[in-house]
């Protein structure tokens, strides 16, 4: 709730959201899995929102590795990448922040 007021106060705006768990059929995800390139390329940012386990799920980093390799540039990536941790965090997810230059909350 609070990265949704954030976002509103500094956009003047909702925020318009795709949450793959939503979006993407569970009972048929081989078939979703093809297009989630062209998912991805209809977002203008990646919000990232990480628990402990985020970096254990394959989905999860396959997810993360396709957006950032349509990425003219990683800093561009950077920009358009927030993560968000939850709970206890990840020291992976933390590490790949302190890489890439993207945005940690």
């Given at each position: 709730q609070t990265w949704c007021q954030e976002f509103k106060a500094l956009h003047h705006r909702s925020p318009m959201l795709w949450i793959d768990k939503v979006c993407i059929d569970q009972t048929n995800i081989k078939e979703d899995l093809q297009c989630l390139p062209i998912f991805l390329a209809g977002c203008n940012r990646l919000l990232v929102i990480a628990g402990a386990t985020y970096t254990r799920r394959l989905?999860?980093?396959?997810?993360?590795?396709?957006?950032?390799?349509?990425?003219?540039?990683?800093?561009?990536?950077?920009?358009?990448?927030?993560?968000?941790?939850?709970?206890?965090?990840d020291a992976k997810i933390e590490q790949l922040c302190a890489n890439s230059g993207s945005r940690l909350t």
């Amino acid at each position: 709730q609070t990265w949704c007021q954030e976002f509103k106060a500094l956009h003047h705006r909702s925020p318009m959201l795709w949450i793959d768990k939503v979006c993407i059929d569970q009972t048929n995800i081989k078939e979703d899995l093809q297009c989630l390139p062209i998912f991805l390329a209809g977002c203008n940012r990646l919000l990232v929102i990480a628990g402990a386990t985020y970096t254990r799920r394959l989905w999860c980093c396959t997810e993360l590795f396709v957006f950032m390799a349509m990425q003219p540039e990683l800093e561009l990536a950077a920009k358009r990448l927030e993560i968000l941790v939850l709970g206890g965090g990840d020291a992976k997810i933390e590490q790949l922040c302190a890489n890439s230059g993207s945005r940690l909350t």
